[in-house]
């Protein structure tokens, strides 16, 4: 049997689901119309900034980017054509491939962090206290580590534990 969410929990998932959409569309609008890029290709450009001789596996990347496997080839695929990144194997393993950060990828994202940051503060941190901020940290690192943890299987969609 489904339990349904309190009062409390309904007036507390609400606004967070309807202003999470609204803030990464928002973000996403902002970012394709000022530097071309979607907010998907600056977060996996980050990602590729903040690896290893910004170098990561596609697998590592699917993970990371919360994507299927055919997800983030499609992507990364949309950025290669661009010129954001490059696909190579990976020299110890024949099946495998690795994403690569390329100088134009890293130019667009350097153009586009001053104007992604400036949009972070104005849609989101201006209208937090300073004093919210610890545990706006506190909730969702807590929120991330459980969603990262190994015990969430999903089978067909339901969750196991």
Known sequence: MTRRLSPAQERAWRP???????LETLLDERLREAAGLSLIDYHLLMLLTDAPDHRLRMSELAEKMVFSRSRITYQINSMTKRG???REPVPEDRRGYRAVLTA???DALHRALPLHTESVRELFFDHLRPDELD????VFTRLHDHLQSDELQYDNGNQTP
Not at 16 to 22: A, F, K, V
Not at 135 to 138: A, D, G, K, T
């Open 104 to 106: 134009t990828g890293a």
């Open 16 to 22: 967070y689901i309807e202003s999470s959409l609204r």
């Open 84 to 86: 954001l990144v490059l």
């Open 135 to 138: 545990c706006v940290e506190q």
